[in-house]
């Protein structure tokens, strides 16, 4: 499970992921981006944790100064190459986001967006304050995660994907609650509002928890 979407959910079939996503789902995703923009500066450095072939990296160019991804996924990377062909502004890693190799202070902005947090089966802890070590003065680190009420229209589109075969059969008995899980190993929880506040907690630093669009929970933490 740990490498799921490393070794089956990559590149183009992670891509498609995203073709099959119904309207409401395709408005959340829209959403989160737009939350994220709104709160860039034109000369900010952007770092996106688990940033898959660049989905959200190609609007962050439009107005960051430089956008830098990573991800565990070689397939990714190479083909996020091909998918943000003519963009100049960016960077590409295969890297493990709980093992940032990064100096300290170097991004205005740090953001790990819909349920990375969850998706990445890596320590929580670790990953937050690895990201707030990156992160210079004065900038904000976001994270997200779906919001209680979205849950319907995620699992729907996770069936979705489950009939496309990018997934495996969802396990019904044992899908609930904010987690999904299907036969052949993959498994994602949700983070909430008591999760986020509990870990800004940990590591010392405070937080701003919103909901977005009744589909996202962001914790934004100012640095």
Same mark, same amino acid.
Request: with cysteine; aromatic share 10%.
């Given at each position: =499970? ?7 959910? *990559?590149?183009? %079939? ?8 119904? $309207? ?5 995703? +829209? =959403? ?9 500066? $034109? ?11 660049? %989905? ?16 565990? *996924?070689? *397939? ?14 960016? %960077? ?36 937050? @304050?690895?990201?707030? @070590?990156?992160? %210079? $003065?004065?900038? @904000? ?14 699992? &729907?589109?996770? +069936? ?28 994602? =929880?949700?983070?909430?509002? &008591?999760?986020? @506040? ?23 933490? $100012?640095?």
């Amino acid at each position: =499970m740990k490498n799921y979407y490393s070794e089956n959910l *990559s590149a183009e %079939r992670l891509e498609r992921c995203y073709t099959v996503a119904p $309207p409401r789902v395709r408005q959340y995703l +829209h =959403m989160e981006i737009k939350h994220v923009l709104d709160r860039i500066r $034109p000369g900010d450095v952007v770092l996106e944790l688990g940033c898959g072939y660049g %989905r959200a990296m190609k609007p962050l160019c439009e107005k960051a100064l430089l956008v830098i991804g990573i991800d565990t *996924s070689p *397939s990714n990377i190479e083909y996020g190459h091909t998918y943000l062909n003519g963009i100049t502004n960016y %960077r590409l890693f295969q890297m493990n986001a709980a093992k940032l190799i990064f100096p300290d202070e170097m991004f205005d902005t740090v953001l790990c967006i819909q349920n990375g947090i969850c998706a990445f089966h890596v320590d929580k802890t670790t990953l937050v @304050r690895g990201a707030v @070590r990156v992160t %210079r $003065p004065g900038g @904000r680190v976001f994270f997200s995660s779906y919001a209680t009420q979205f849950w319907k229209d995620r699992l &729907e589109w996770f +069936h979705l994907q489950s009939e496309e075969g990018l997934l495996g059969e969802i396990d019904e008995q044992k899908t609930r609650n904010g987690k999904i899980v299907c036969k052949d190993g993959f498994e994602v =929880m949700t983070a909430g509002e &008591e999760d986020f @506040r509990t870990l800004a907690s940990e590591i010392g630093v405070g937080s701003i928890i919103e909901e977005v669009d009744e589909s996202s929970i962001f914790c934004e933490i $100012p640095i």
